[in-house]
């Protein structure tokens, strides 16, 4: 089993900024990928960005110039550095990891085998 701990939510008005920060530990695997999602009320769960083991990054083109995902592999963590917020990147943000596997599935939430419980992140207008 693998823990994930995430922090870093928070209110924050138009063009602010947050860093979420994921720590993992438990059954982890210095070659996991790691990742963050996100969920707003009434909608599915939305990949946001990963980064691999070896440091490869995907991103969702529609945060793309604005969030910036980084890993710190020797303390098993994740970063999620979000600029420029707006009220529709409210939501609750989730953390993930992966045992390396194909990576067209990197941004389908089933394929993803541990999660943390969320850190909430609103964007007031």
């Known amino acids: 089993q693998v823990q994930l701990v995430e922090s870093g939510g928070g209110l924050v008005q138009t063009g602010g900024s947050l860093r979420l920060s994921c720590a993992a530990s438990g059954s982890t695997s210095s070659g996991d990928t790691m990742g963050w999602f996100r969920q707003a009320p009434g909608k599915e769960r939305e990949f946001v960005a990963a980064?691999?083991?070896?440091?490869?990054?995907y991103d969702s083109d529609s945060m793309k110039g604005r969030f910036t995902i980084a890993r710190d592999k020797a303390k098993n963590t994740v970063y999620l550095q979000m600029d420029a917020l707006k009220p529709e990147d409210t939501a609750v943000y989730y953390c993930?990891?992966?045992?390396?596997?194909?990576?067209?599935?990197?941004?389908?939430?089933?394929?993803?085998?541990?999660w943390g419980q969320g850190t909430q992140v609103t964007v007031s207008s």
């Open positions: 993930a990891t992966r045992r390396p596997r194909n990576a067209n599935s990197i941004s389908d939430s089933i394929q993803w085998d541990y």
């Open positions: 980064i691999t083991s070896r440091g490869f990054i």
